[in-house]
Every structure is written in structure tokens, then in C-alpha cells.
């Protein structure tokens, strides 16, 4: 206790000394200043201020940091108005203001950030995690709509996937739905099968200020709505509402959704063979969880509720075309690029502009007002991958027709069926094959693709890979003629009774019958 004393420090339990002494054995002022060696002013001070901890109040101290607090205040209020992904940390503050001149610590700065904030906290009246209101929403009103990144195997592979998470308001029933993009394609698809499994369409939909909705970001809820995006909403009927920057509790239920199903869905890590399969099980899945899941606010299950729910919603449309559309001008090659990958053309719309309509799984080439060609669409999310071209060997027939030598080393026709294959390796062989070859192919673009391949298959058969062999037996199948079958037993019934003679005497009557007359030659 001297030792104490000595130094002038009073810690918590030397406090609780005092205080038993003067509260429980009624010692005196001066009794307890004389056995701890501190002035009788102290002693008053602690117990009349009936504190059980000593409390220090530490001396303002010149930090280095004060010529800069200005300049780093302002910094981070206009940090705060940005969203969190674009806002400088601390420790790039630090940087910023060590380039100013400052010599400081980073623990300095990060201090100054941690009272600035609190600070600011206050002057709103919230805390750190914010003040909010409980939503209650009437059954048909609304659905919340958001984005998640997760990963799955696909066909042995790890990828990272893009998941729509679109979920009712009132009944709390969900979807989810992966994709390899967040696009404008993407995002349609995600509502026509989001609106099919709910069974209708609510009134509202609350979203995020999502680049595929949103244009530009103005005052308060102002907002300049992406014209797409406007047009599935106007098809579907409902309005569209977005919430404030960096406010992702004005969407909290499908905010929610996106940690639950982490646990749900996504732990352990699917596998599937491809996107398909696991869309459809991720389907499967969410009805399943809706039986499983109590709702929490109302009685019985998600699915109990939305079964209820199901009678408010807007019946539902056909199926709104949710298409992305860009201007392509067709190369002398007769393709098209799109997403560093090439697509053919029909030679027809070489050197011309074309419409490209971009779906999530597929791309559709129109001009004129006609759908000129589909194509598989392929996404390779690596720049490490070379560029594919994907062909069809039928938009270049009208080339090879007018310059039948390409036809022996041209690309697209690597992809020829193999009946094809066999065939053009007999025509090439002799003189003038490469020419008979492109006749017999160009007959797809009148006949059924199937049946002329038939006819090939049938003349490789037989041993005999002509062209005048392939179209005898394309036209017999045309026609509707047996090729091939067995020999005809002709009924007794169509023997003739009075089988023809040949008399050529006959003819003699078409002689003139008047004297001198002659042959007719």
C-alpha cells in the first residue's frame, strides 16, 4: 500500500481498500490518510464522488497527425458517399497523406478514421450496425431480386457461377437460378423462370441499382431505368422500384436468402456434368426447401403460405423474348464476332449488316425481318483460351458452288457428317470430283438434309459413290419407291388375257391409198 502511495497511483483494488475502510469499519479521514500516506483532499475526492474504478483523464498531446486531420476529415465524408467497393481503406489513406508530407503512424490514421466515424454515427442518430423498421407486405404485393457469385463443379470442373436469387415478399418462396454472366439475357431469363415456378406475377419488384436495370444513379429515388429492362417490366405488368445506394436492408428478405442458402445449397459444393443439370436441381431443391422451412411470421410452411399467396398474383403472360440485340456487319468470310468468338453467316449476307440476338444459351443472326441462322452460344470466361469459330458448313454452299476447289481444304467443311466425309474422299480422286461433290451437297438446300444423306449412305453402300447414282436414289426416296427391296411376285390377277402381238405390218396403213402413192418418208 506505501508503495502505492509513493507513486501517486490509486488502481482499483487500492480503491477498494479505502472504501471498506471508511464505509464498514467507519475509519477517519485522517486514520485512513495516515496508513496510506495520501492527503486527506484525495481521500474526500474518491469518496465523495462514489466511484468504484479510478478514472484518469489523459493530457492532450501535439500529434503529428493534427496539421492533416482537416484534409483526412474531408476525405473520408466524401468516402463515405461512395459505395463500399470504391471506398479507400485506411491504409490507403495513410499512403495518400504520407505523400503529403505526413510522418506519422498508420495506427494514428486508423484511430482518427475509428472517432470520425463514431462520431458521425452519432451526429445521425444510429449505431454502428443502423436502426431499422420491421416490413410487412400484403400477399401479391412484391418480390425482392439479387445477385450472388458461388461456385459448382461442371463437368469435373471448379466454375464460378452468377447466381439470381428472386424471392416473394409475402410467402418468402424463392428460386435460384445460376448463370455463368450477370447480363441483360441473363437477368430476363432468371424473371421468366422466377414468375413460372411462383405461378403468377406480383405488382412489385425491389431491386438494387444493378447495372442491367439501372443507366444512371440520380437524387434520392430518381433513376434513368435501362429501356430493356423497361420493357420486361412493362410485359410482366409490374413496377419496378430500386432501393437507396449501399441500402441493402430495403431488400433484406433476398439479402437473407443469398447467406441462407451458402449453408443450404452451396456447401458441399455441387457437381453436375453441365449449367442445365444444375439449374434444374437447383429448381427441384428451392420447392423442396419451401415444405421444409416454417415461414416465422405466419403459420405452416413457405410452401403452405404460397400456396395462398398463388391466388394474388397477376396471372401470368407469355413468356416475354428476352433478347439482347446488337448491329454486326458481316465479314468477306461470312462470319461475325461476338464475345471473342466468330459465328458463320449464309454467304448471301456477306459484307452486310445483320441483327444479332443475343439468349443465354443461344444466338440468334436475323436481317430483313427474317431469322437467317441460330448458333450454340459458347462463353469462355478465361482470356487464356484461344478464340473459337463455330461454322456451319451449309452457309458457305453458295460460295463453294461458284469456287468448288475450296471445298478441299475449306474449315468449315472439317465438320462434314461422315457419310459426307467418305463420299468426297471418292469424288476428289478423279477429275471434276470436287465439282460433282458440291452438286451433291448443295441438294440440302432443296431436299431434307436426312434423306440426301441417306442416299449417300445407301451409294457408299452399294459400292457405287457417283453423283448420278447418289440423285437416282435421292429421287426414288423422294418419290416414295422401294429402293432396295426384295423382287416383286406379280398376282395371277394382272396377267393379261389378250397379251399384244408385235405386228409392224400395221403400219403399212398409214401409206397413202391412192395409186403411185408413196412411203410417207
Known amino acids: 500500500l506505501l508503495a502505492a502511495g509513493d507513486f501517486g497511483v490509486i488502481d482499483m483494488a487500492f480503491l477498494s481498500i ?31 464522488s462514489g466511484a468504484v474504478e479510478p478514472a484518469f483523464s489523459v493530457p492532450e498531446r501535439p500529434s503529428k497527425l493534427d496539421p492533416f486531420a482537416a484534409k483526412l476529415s474531408g476525405w473520408l465524408k466524401t468516402e463515405a458517399g461512395k459505395s ?7 491504409k490507403q489513406l495513410h499512403d495518400d497523406l504520407v505523400k503529403l508530407g505526413y510522418t506519422g503512424s498508420y495506427g494514428r490514421v486508423a484511430a482518427f478514421a475509428r472517432v470520425w466515424r463514431a462520431d458521425r454515427q452519432k451526429e445521425q442518430q444510429t449505431t454502428g450496425r443502423g436502426t431499422f423498421v420491421p416490413l410487412v407486405f400484403q400477399p401479391g404485393e412484391a418480390f425482392q431480386f439479387d445477385w450472388s457469385e458461388d461456385f459448382a463443379t461442371l463437368g469435373g470442373e471448379r466454375a464460378k457461377l452468377q447466381v439470381a436469387h428472386i424471392k416473394l415478399s409475402h410467402s418468402r418462396a424463392f428460386l435460384l437460378r445460376a448463370y455463368p454472366l450477370q447480363t441483360h439475357e441473363m437477368l430476363f431469363d432468371a424473371h421468366v423462370h422466377g414468375f413460372r415456378v411462383f405461378g403468377g406475377v406480383p405488382a412489385r419488384g425491389i431491386y438494387d441499382n444493378m447495372r442491367t436495370a439501372v443507366d444512371r444513379v440520380g437524387r434520392g429515388k430518381e433513376r434513368q431505368v435501362n429501356a430493356r429492362f423497361l420493357a420486361m417490366a412493362s410485359h410482366y405488368v409490374f413496377e419496378p422500384e430500386f432501393c437507396n445506394p449501399a441500402a441493402g436492408w430495403e431488400k433484406g428478405q433476398v439479402e437473407k436468402n ?17 449449367l442445365a443439370a444444375l439449374n434444374v436441381w437447383l429448381e427441384r431443391r428451392c420447392q423442396e426447401l419451401w415444405c421444409e422451412i416454417p415461414h416465422g411470421a405466419l403459420p405452416g410452411s413457405v410452401a403452405d403460405v404460397w400456396i395462398e399467396e398463388r391466388a394474388a398474383l397477376m396471372p401470368l403472360p407469355p413468356a416475354f423474348d428476352g433478347f439482347v440485340e446488337h448491329s454486326k456487319r458481316v465479314s468477306p468470310t461470312c462470319l461475325i464476332s461476338f464475345e471473342r ?9 456477306a459484307n452486310r449488316p445483320v441483327s444479332l440476338r443475343v439468349y443465354p444459351d443461344r444466338l440468334v443472326v436475323a436481317a430483313e425481318g427474317n431469322i437467317l441462322c441460330e448458333h450454340v452460344r459458347v462463353i469462355q470466361r478465361s482470356h487464356k483460351l484461344p478464340p473459337k469459330t463455330i461454322y456451319d458448313w451449309r452457309h458457305y454452299l453458295a460460295v463453294v458452288q461458284r469456287k468448288p476447289g ?17 463420299l468426297q474422299d471418292h469424288m476428289l480422286r478423279k477429275p471434276g470430283g470436287d465439282r460433282e461433290m458440291v452438286d451433291i451437297l448443295a441438294l440440302v438446300l432443296h431436299h431434307d438434309e436426312q434423306v440426301v444423306l441417306t442416299a449417300v449412305e445407301m451409294a457408299l453402300a452399294a459400292g457405287v459413290p457417283t453423283k448420278t447414282h447418289v440423285l437416282n436414289l435421292l429421287h426414288r426416296l423422294v418419290d416414295g419407291k422401294v429402293v432396295g427391296g426384295p423382287p416383286l411376285d406379280t398376282p395371277q390377277a394382272l396377267i393379261l388375257r389378250r397379251e399384244p402381238k408385235a405386228n409392224v405390218e400395221r403400219y403399212d396403213g398409214l401409206r397413202a391409198q391412192i395409186a403411185g402413192g408413196r412411203h410417207a418418208s
Open 18 to 48: 479505502i472504501r471498506r475502510w471508511a464505509l464498514r469499519e467507519h475509519l477517519s479521514i485522517r486514520e485512513i490518510a495516515r496508513r496510506t500516506k495520501l492527503s486527506r483532499n484525495t481521500i474526500r475526492k474518491y469518496l465523495r
Open 84 to 90: 463500399r467497393k470504391q471506398r479507400r481503406t485506411s
Open 406 to 422: 475450296a471445298l478441299r481444304n475449306g474449315a468449315p467443311f472439317l465438320e462434314l457428317p461422315s457419310a459426307f466425309r467418305q
Open 258 to 274: 443469398v447467406q441462407d442458402s451458402r449453408h443450404r445449397l452451396w456447401q458441399p459444393m455441387p457437381e453436375f456434368p453441365d
Open 341 to 349: 468468338n466468330r459465328y458463320s453467316v449464309p454467304a448471301s449476307f
